[in-house]
């Protein structure tokens, strides 16, 4: 299995930028497309963005494309999240997570996604 630990929450106000990071134990971190969601008092769980393997296929939601931008550095098995132009609606917990190893797909569904991390506060203020 996979562990993933995200950092780099915090407080920000609206129009600031933050970088979350998303660790990952393990040895097949390339294997696996990675995804971020996030989670708002009293809503559901929604996507935000994902990428491939390697990289070159990603996506984003409606709300955040444009601003936000997903990365990955395979060799220190790490995602990342830029975030800027941040908007207090984008107020968040936001977790990482896999895909089960060599699927292909970027996916927006998290039914899809099979292991997630513990989540970072973000905080935007108006």
């Known amino acids: 299995q996979v562990q993933l630990v995200e950092s780099g929450g915090g407080l920000v106000q609206a129009g600031g930028s933050l970088r979350l990071s998303c660790a990952a134990s393990?040895?097949?971190?390339?294997?696996?497309?990675m995804g971020w969601f996030r989670q708002a008092p009293g809503k559901e769980r929604e996507f935000v963005a994902a990428i491939s393997q390697n990289g070159a296929s990603t996506a984003y939601a409606d709300s955040v494309k444009g601003r936000f931008t997903i990365s990955r550095d395979n060799a220190k098995n790490t995602v990342y999240l830029q975030m800027n132009s941040l908007k207090p609606e984008d107020t968040a917990v936001y977790s990482c997570?896999?895909?089960?190893?060599?699927?292909?797909?970027?996916?927006?569904?998290?039914?899809?996604?099979?292991?997630w991390g513990q989540g970072t506060q973000v905080t935007v203020s108006s």
């Open positions: 393990g040895r097949t971190f390339s294997r696996y497309v």
């Open positions: 997570a896999t895909r089960r190893y060599d699927y292909e797909s970027v996916s927006e569904n998290p039914r899809v996604y099979a292991y």
